[in-house]
C-alpha cells in the first residue's frame, strides 16, 4: 500500500469502512449466466483457449455464457480457428483462489490463456506486493503446467467510474485498481509469453454495464471478446498451430 493509500486509510477508515458494508447489502448478487464452460467451435487450425478469472470471466451480468466473454470470444475466434475452448471461473475468485484452483486442475496443455482477476484482490485489500507475487506464479503455472504459448492478461476495469460505488469509496478503491493495472501492464512487459490487454475507459462504458453498476454487460463482454481475438489471430498467425484430425 503506497503512502496516498495509507493517509486516505487512515483519515477516511471508518467511512469506508461503512461504506464497504452499505455497498455489500445493496448492490443486487447477480448469477453466473447458464450455459456450457466448454466447447468445441469453428473450423480451420486448431487453438485450443482457456479462460481463468473471477466474476467477470464468468459472465455475471450476461443472461447466458453466449452473451458473455466465453461464448463471444469462441463465436470471435471460430471463423479462423477450430477452437476448443474451457472457462475456469467463479463469483469471488481471487488471484490467490485460482491459483490454489488451477494446482487441483489436471495438466492439460493451451495454446491461448486470457485471465481476468484483481477485481476482488483490490476489494480484499490485499496487498500491491502481494498480488504482484501472485501474478508471477500465475504466470509461470500457465506456461509451465499448462504449456500455454500466449497469457493475455485482463487489466482491471476502471472502478472509479463504477455507479454501485459511491465516494469516497469509489474514488480509493479506484485508485487501488490503477496501481494494481499498472504493475500488470509492468509484468505483461517484461514477459515474452504475455500480454497485458487494458479495459480502459473505451472499453467499459458505464452506460453497457450490468444492472448492478458492478459487472459488465453484454455489450463490454462483445468489444473484449473482440479485442482479446484481435491479439490472439495476430500471435498465431506468427506461430501456426497444427490442425485438429
Request: glycine share 10%; hydrophobic share 40%.
Amino acid at each position: 500500500m503506497n503512502l496516498r493509500h495509507l493517509i486516505a486509510t487512515a483519515a477516511l477508515g471508518p467511512v469506508l469502512l461503512a461504506q464497504g458494508r452499505r455497498v455489500r447489502r445493496r448492490v443486487p448478487a447477480l448469477p453466473e449466466p447458464e450455459g456450457p464452460r466448454e466447447g468445441e467451435c469453428g473450423s480451420g487450425p486448431a487453438l485450443r483457449l482457456l479462460i481463468v478469472g473471477d466474476s467477470a470471466a464468468a459472465g455475471v451480468g450476461a443472461r447466458t455464457q453466449d452473451e458473455a466473454l466465453s461464448g463471444q470470444l469462441a463465436v470471435s475466434l471460430a471463423p479462423t480457428f477450430r477452437v476448443r475452448w474451457k472457462l475456469l471461473a467463479f463469483t469471488g475468485a481471487t488471484t490467490g483462489d485460482m491459483l490454489d484452483h488451477l494446482r487441483r486442475e489436471a495438466a492439460t496443455d493451451y495454446d491461448v490463456v486470457l485471465t481476468s482477476l484483481g477485481v476482488n484482490d483490490v476489494t480484499g485489500r490485499h496487498s500491491l506486493a502481494t498480488w504482484r507475487r501472485q501474478q508471477r506464479e500465475l504466470v509461470a503455472l500457465l506456461t509451465g503446467r499448462f504449456h500455454a504459448g500466449q497469457v493475455l492478461l485482463s487489466g482491471l476495469p476502471p472502478m472509479h467510474r463504477f455507479p454501485a460505488l459511491p465516494q469516497p469509496l469509489r474514488w480509493y478503491v479506484g485508485s487501488r485498481a490503477r496501481d494494481f493495472d499498472h504493475a500488470l501492464e509492468e509484468l505483461a512487459g517484461g514477459l515474452a509469453c504475455c500480454e497485458f490487454l487494458g479495459l480502459g475507459h473505451e472499453m467499459m462504458d458505464v452506460s453497457a454495464m450490468a444492472s448492478d453498476g458492478f459487472h459488465p454487460g453484454p455489450p463490454i463482454y462483445a468489444v473484449w471478446a473482440q479485442e482479446a481475438a484481435r491479439r490472439i489471430i495476430h500471435r498465431q498467425s506468427q506461430h501456426p498451430t497444427e490442425p485438429i484430425t
